[in-house]
């Protein structure tokens, strides 16, 4: 009886009226695949920003990847310095992160690097007792070598370490490959 009840007044609600309303008609909702977002001229509004809260000491907030004449820049970030040790294991270079403890924000994401014209196929990072692993993968044909590493407090107050890795020819592009 009482879901008989909420239906008919369902039925003569105005939410109700509005979904039946003729689709042609002004003001009427959207078919699917058709878009109803921004309209050019017209400011968008904005929900007010939280302030975003740093990251505690010992976690590695961001993993950056960008190509460089052919080679390849990884950087680490962090709040407060950290060692880095490298081996070479494989196909891939494991580099060490003492000092850091936590995975930051999506740091734990793999970074798929195999469409850019670098040696480096793939970076993955991953908490490893009291320290972080990266393991820097490199594509088919290229050989794995270490990086030549060098860090620095940048502006922003943040720590970063930076590794080279040696490209093999032509400079890279940083653009999609697929756009």
């Known amino acids: 009886m009482r879901r008989a009840l909420l239906w008919l007044m369902l ?55 960008e190509t460089k004449n052919g080679g390849s820049d990884v950087f680490f970030q962090s709040i407060a310095a950290f060692e880095v040790n490298q081996r070479v294991d494989g196909n891939a270079v494991i580099v060490t992160l003492s000092g850091l403890s936590k995975l930051g924000h999506n740091t734990w994401r793999p970074i798929d690097t195999r469409f850019f014209e670098t040696p480096i196929a ?25 990086a030549s590493v060098r860090s620095s407090t940048e502006a922003d107050g943040m720590y970063y370490a930076y590794l080279t890795f040696a490209g093999g020819g032509s400079t890279a592009s940083t653009k999609d490959p697929e756009k």
Not at 122 to 146: H, L, M, N, P, W
């Open 11 to 65: 039925l003569g609600s105005p939410a109700f009226a509005e979904d039946t309303k003729d689709p042609n008609a002004p003001n009427a909702p959207n078919a699917e695949g058709d878009y109803g977002g921004v309209q050019p001229g017209q400011k968008k509004s904005e929900a007010p920003k939280k302030a975003k809260k740093p990251a505690k000491k010992g976690t590695l907030s961001w993993i950056g990847f």
């Open 122 to 146: 793939r970076i993955t990072a991953k908490k490893k007792g009291k320290a972080v692993e990266v393991r820097v993968a490199f594509k088919a044909g290229s050989k794995a070598a270490q």
